[in-house]
């Protein structure tokens, strides 16, 4: 069935149960009969059917009734009530109990098969909703790292081989791909998990303080010390220092930096006396390290001192299969922040964002699902909640198969599919998602255009 959706037809006449039967079978759907409300409840615990069609007016049990019960089976399963006695009332009744909708009859079955495809599309997005929920509430990655990505999986396995040793490491990725994340994994995973995590953003901190801060200061060492303070690497002692933007760093500092993770000792400015310490030293930066070095961002045996391991952060564009679950996480986050109730996002908004390059990475991706959960509020984020930068990158997306004068519908729309297939990254349901079709579809064309057709 092309469609997908079994579909259960109550009504106690059975020339409308045969009509219906026919016309849903034309559509595409798999079809069940019942002639009462309580043969209705017997395919449903049987037969299990995505979606319920009833008549209102049935001699046993009425359909509002069935309504009630069906819906507390199964609160999610979509229930149409028909009747040849329509009435506001009835209608606001029905919809009140929880109908997807009242339709009279005769039946417009054009009206009839636009609800059931709203509802295809409601069950399939529920569908993905519960199958993420399920993920997230499995453990969707490691520690607080949310993907199931070839390029994610990759970047856990070096994670823990970290987090079972006690070497040092620079972290590399672009602003926002979750660089601090990593090094709070890795010291979670770690021997050192019950003791103390610093986190220093090095470029935050003003140049002529940077040695202060990182190793401590004592009491009148310069104007303004009017006590002794001890620096990061004695705040981290017996834990993990995270050193962020480790390229920022003054020179001059980093070589005092190297002194300290090669013999484990700090010297306070002013002071003449080391205190030994027990660190380990993770350290990132947005640049490629190797550059950093040849640029004299960064000191060559402060790097090769470092990189023991190296863990390289791949950008959400590249991991963009992870999207979904990121976003769903998101949403569950954001819906407890808000006292929001949105369900997740809809189809057409993941295919607005898949087609998002996401230059600020998950960061940026947090801040437009904070966005699109208050705009929204409720139900699912549709792409009217998302930010008009993202929509109009879909736009340009869509229209950038230009066609010269001449080309056949069936050229055309073999442009269109190969064209979104190489911008989604060869992802088959990314694609039919952007382009509105079903996956076997693009399966079908595919195979058609191997074979010269």
Known sequence: MKNGLRILVVDDEAVMREVLEMRLEQMGFEVYLAASGGEASEVTERAQPDLVIS????????????????KAGDPDRPVVLITAHGTVDSAVEALKVGALDFLTKPLDYDKLEAVLENARTDLAQRRARTRLESTLDRGAGLGSLIGRSKPMRQVFKVIQMLGDSDASAIITGESGTGKELVAQTVHA??????????AVNTAAIPETLTESELFGHDKGAFTGALRSRPGYFEQADTGTLFLDEISEMPIGVQAKLLRVLEDGKVRRIG????????????????????EAVEMGKLREDVFY???VFNVELPPLRERI???????????????????AETEGIS?????????????????????????????ARRGWIESVHL???????????????TLPAGTTVAEAEKRLILETLKQMDNNKSRAARALGIDVKTIRYKLRAYAGGG
Do not use: C
């Open 321 to 339: 299969d992870d999207l979904p679950l990121l976003t769903q996480h998101f949403v569950r986050q954001f819906n407890a922040k808000h006292s």
């Open 271 to 290: 002071s003449a006396r080391d205190v030994v310490v027990d660190v380990r030293v993770l350290a990132a930066t947005n640049r490629r390290p190797d």
């Open 387 to 401: 930010p008009p930068f993202i929509r109009e990158r879909r736009d340009e997306a869509a229209g950038a198969v």
């Open 305 to 307: 001192r470092l990189s």
């Open 55 to 70: 008549d209102v007016m049935m001699p046993d049990m009425d359909g509002i009734e069935l309504l009630r019960i069906l």
């Open 189 to 198: 995973l770690s021997s050192r998990a019950n003791r103390p995590f610093v």
């Open 347 to 375: 189809e057409d908004a993941l295919a607005s964002m898949s087609s998002y390059r996401w230059p600020g990475n998950v960061r940026e991706l947090r801040n437009v699902i904070e966005r699109a959960v208050i705009v």
